[in-house]
């Protein structure tokens, strides 16, 4: 199972509010069908193919210029384990069984 985290920031907007931006990023990843879910500072997703994933990477990569920005960084974390299937749910119920 492959669980990336990916982070998206639009560089140069008239604002100081990114939400616009990070919606479009979002509803690009609705259009791939990629697992997700995000945070305030992120997206999580999750799959099984590596092809999938940075499909959807690249897809919320460039909608983040369709909504008018010319510049964007997007940072990305990638955690392929392929001894086993562990989702993202797995890997936090772990965790929060050890505190």
């Given at each position: 199972m492959i669980?990336?985290?990916?982070?998206?920031?639009?560089?140069?907007?008239?604002g100081t509010s990114l939400s616009?931006?990070?919606?479009?990023?979002?509803?690009a990843l609705d259009e791939v069908g990629i697992k997700y879910e995000i945070s305030g500072m992120g997206?999580?997703?999750?799959?099984?193919?590596?092809?999938e994933l940075f499909k959807a990477i690249?897809?919320?990569?460039?909608a983040v210029f369709?909504?008018?920005?010319?510049?964007v960084a997007t940072s990305i974390k990638i955690d392929d384990r392929?001894?086993?299937?562990?989702?993202?749910?797995?890997?936090?119920?772990?965790v929060k069984k050890k505190l």
């Open positions: 669980s990336a985290e990916i982070t998206i920031i639009p560089i140069g907007t008239s616009q931006y990070i919606a479009a990023a979002v509803s997206t999580l997703m999750e799959t099984n193919n590596p092809k690249e897809a919320a990569h460039e369709t909504e008018g920005t010319n510049r392929r001894d086993t299937e562990r989702t993202m749910k797995d890997k936090v119920t772990s």
